[in-house]
């Protein structure tokens, strides 16, 4: 049996003990709701640093988690009283301009990504922070402003390299461990510890994008508008909606400081020179209290709200996947965007018709290829003291809304929710996750995310 001592020899990345002055800071994830106190912090340089801790977790019997980004929603990348794998150290590209694609190392954000790319006047789909880690994105689906153009991460990913339950290195891609490629992409960190990705690349490099806000008193007209447009909307138009308070710093109007509105967040991804035809009906439709839609590179877009929501805020999280926008969806929607409790609190949703729509339901695990949008509600805030308010929105929020979803969510929305939300979201894909769970994580070595139990009644 290895020693904790030995373990610590044995990583080029080194181990952060409870003891060592920078455990506390290693600890922290992005929602600061989350504060757990795991035994050791393995930061992993290289795959072998991986196939060590996932050996030494196994032998121990110790509780695991694996962290990319540290960005998941309910804190999943870290573990109380257990080893965290964490991939941060490993941060690097290699893009192939033959056959364009690029190499992601697992702890590299979706920032890493967009620098690495744009160079080459390329994007790989991805979300809308651009510190989130590729890792947990990706293996839960991938939503962002590419994903009615060219699907979502998943639909993009061509190959990963894992760290097994029990300690082997596999490729898995559409010729090597088919199932596990199915499972991953969509499964999340169900199966394995994902140390690389290869991704297909996309001629993405200026867009036409950012967002246009109306007064809240006009939202229900915005909404309905909105449902039948972005239904229609060609591929190269994405625009998500959202219930926002404008932050009080520039480049935001004064008179709209700390102002509750709505609005959509556009990303036109077409040509440059039919971006402002392809915009005259969208502006013709109501004149808008700001709008701050135009030519911007890929990657500034994908960071426009890193600074309104950097890491260590409070966050609490409800979401749903949506076919239809009701009447009577809009009317509740309404009510609470009128009470967001707090400056970062919000409301989107995200469209994942278009690309994304042309998979079926079972191509992936991502089980609602038939649904318009992911909802997302969150309760976000600074100040701990804070923390009864916007969880008690949130969940009335989503309360509210929930009888007119579609059902489960995307899972890395998701807080920690139990089997049958999990069960839900996979629909009838589920039984198939189980099935590859049992055949390369029996006893379950992986569970710290939204698990997948083996054993489950086939």
Not at 50 to 71: D, K, T, Y
Not at 196 to 214: A, D, E, W
Request: charged letters at 20%; one cysteine or more.
């Amino acid at each position: 049996m290895v020693t904790i001592k030995e373990f610590r020899e044995s990583l080029r990345g080194g181990l952060i003990e409870p003891q060592d002055k920078e455990y506390d800071e290693a600890r922290k994830v992005y929602n600061a709701m989350i504060s757990k106190h795991p035994q050791m912090i393995a930061r992993c340089m290289d795959v072998a640093d991986v196939i060590q801790s996932v050996n030494f977790a196994r032998e121990n019997n110790i509780l695991l988690s694996i962290r990319s980004g540290g960005h998941n929603a309910g804190g999943l990348g870290i573990c109380e009283n257990g080893l965290v794998i964490d991939l941060s150290l490993m941060k690097y590209t290699r893009i192939d301009l033959q056959e364009k694609t690029i190499v992601v190392g697992g702890g590299c954000t979706w920032g890493d990504v967009d620098h690495a790319t744009h160079a080459f006047g390329m994007a790989t789909p991805s979300g809308i922070i651009s510190t989130t880690g590729v890792g947990g994105l990706t293996t839960g689906g991938g939503i962002g402003y590419l994903t009615r153009k060219y699907g979502l991460s998943i639909d993009n990913l061509r190959s990963v390299d894992m760290v097994l339950a029990d300690g082997s290195f596999v490729v898995a891609n559409k010729n090597q461990n088919q199932d596990l490629f199915w499972a991953v992409r969509g499964g999340g960190g169900n199966f394995g510890v994902v140390t690389s990705f290869t991704f297909k690349l996309n001629p993405v490099s200026m867009v036409y994008g950012g967002p246009i806000l109306y007064e809240l008193t006009e939202a229900e007209a915005v909404m309905k508008w909105y449902r039948e447009l972005i239904k229609d909307a060609p591929d190269d138009l994405n625009g998500f909606f959202a219930f926002l308070t404008v932050p009080p710093v520039a480049p935001f109007p004064e008179h709209l400081h700390l102002k509750k509105m709505c609005g959509i967040v556009w990303a036109y991804t077409g040509p440059m020179e039919n971006a402002e035809e392809t915009f005259k009906p969208i502006r013709a439709f109501k004149t808008p209290a700001l709008d701050f839609v135009g030519p911007i590179p890929q990657p500034a877009l994908q960071s426009m709200f890193d600074g309104l929501y950097p890491t260590g805020l409070q966050w609490y999280w409800r979401a749903d996947f949506v076919k239809e926008l009701s009447d009577e969806a809009i009317t509740a929607h309404i009510k609470f965007g009128n009470e967001l409790p707090t400056m970062h609190s919000t409301m989107h949703l995200y469209p994942i018709n278009g690309a994304a729509s042309r998979f079926s339901n079972t191509d992936t695990p991502w089980a609602y290829r038939d649904a318009t949008w992911a909802m997302v509600i969150v309760g976000v805030d600074p100040d701990p003291a804070n923390k009864e308010k916007i969880t008690t929105w949130t969940k009335q929020y989503w309360e509210a809304v929930h009888p007119y979803s579609a059902g489960g969510a995307y899972v890395n929305f998701m807080m920690d929710e139990g089997e049958e939300r999990v069960k839900a979201t996979y629909r009838e894909n589920y039984e198939r996750l189980v099935k590859i769970k049992n055949k390369y994580d029996l006893n379950n070595l992986f569970r710290v995310n939204q698990n997948i139990k083996p054993h489950a009644e086939m």
